[in-house]
């Protein structure tokens, strides 16, 4: 690289660090008063986190998150060190739980096993991983009718994730079973459906608001048409990704400061494979941690 060619691109860099578009974002929604009953919790992933759950509380506290949500921890002795960090450090969580198997009989009992002893725990919600693309409409609808039973029972709100293999998986197909299933409640992850459909889902809008009103629980990780994950929401050639899921997201927020209703959110970016690699180094192209700290605060001054 020639002197000229690197000054030229030193130049680029700070032109773009002066076009975040998350910078555009941190600033209030709302000003008015919201209806009393709405709160706004903000949790962190584990996912891509190494070290104990101990370690792993004290860091999303120092970064200001309410909380975490993870796997269910079947096993007893992680599932008791989960609950003493958890509140040790005064932290709520919300748990994930799903299914793995291909027979959807195995997978239903793998589901449901997991999600009974999860909701006896009391959490602020759970996140399902539920059915696969691949299942009958009949047979995933079995997972929300269950899920229905268990929430009405317990009273842990329960929401099933817009997720790629699940049931859930595209916006035509989700649409489906909203319009046909009044009880669904969402987890939106947004970002997988602009993957399968290859576009920011502006072909889609009546799909897209059916949607937003069921959503109870959000993904706060930016897709874009060809992937479930930008590199860094921070980079200017991600803006329209950026605009597009932040304006999703704003309705969902106004929505429930107007019900007075409780919302949670997930900063969600993923470590490698959904985080973009260097080849052969397998050296990631951003820092995850950095960039869900870095949405946290968004998230914090634009919503709260």
């Known amino acids: 690289m020639t002197r000229r060619n690197f000054i030229a691109l030193g130049a680029l860099s700070g032109s773009a660090l002066a076009l975040n ?3 555009s974002l941190a600033t209030p929604l709302l000003r008015s008063q919201a209806a009393a009953g709405f709160e706004l919790l903000i949790f962190a992933t584990n996912w891509g ?13 120092k970064e200001g998150y309410d909380g975490a949500e993870a796997w269910y921890p079947t096993d007893p002795t992680e599932r008791k060190n989960f ?7 005064n932290l709520k969580f919300g748990f994930l739980v799903g299914g793995s198997d291909a027979d959807y009989q195995k997978h239903f009992q793998q589901f449901k096993s997991a999600l009974e002893p999860a909701a006896a725990l009391n959490p602020v919600y759970i996140n399902c991983h539920s059915g696969r693309d691949h299942f009958s409409f009949e047979q995933n609808k079995t997972f929300i009718d269950l899920t229905t039973e268990v929430n009405g029972r317990t009273g842990v709100n ?3 994730e817009t997720h790629r293999s699940r049931i859930l998986y595209a916006a035509p197909v989700a649409r489906q079973y909203m319009e046909k299933i009044a009880a669904l409640r969402l987890t939106l992850d947004i970002s997988h459906w602009c993957n399968v459909s290859e576009t920011l889902l502006a072909d889609q809008p009546e799909t897209v608001a059916l949607a937003l009103s069921r959503t109870g629980h959000i993904h706060a990780r930016v897709g874009h048409a060809e992937g479930p994950q930008v590199n860094d929401p921070r980079a200017p050639e991600w803006k329209d990704a950026v605009n597009a899921h932040f304006a999703w997201w704003d309705k969902v927020v106004q929505r429930h400061r107007s019900e007075g209703k409780r919302l949670t959110m997930l900063t969600e970016f993923g470590p490698i494979d959904y ?3 260097l080849p052969y180094t397998r050296q990631p192209l951003a820092n995850q ?3 869900n700290a870095y949405m946290l605060k968004t998230l914090r001054t634009r919503y709260a």
Do not use: N, R, T, V
């Open 49 to 61: 986190y190494a070290g104990s759950w101990d370690s792993f509380c004290a860091a999303i506290k």
């Open 21 to 23: 578009p998350l910078d």
């Open 275 to 277: 985080m973009p690699a």
């Open 158 to 160: 329960i929401y099933h």
């Open 83 to 89: 609950l003493d960090a958890f509140q040790k450090h």
């Open 289 to 291: 941690w950095e960039i």
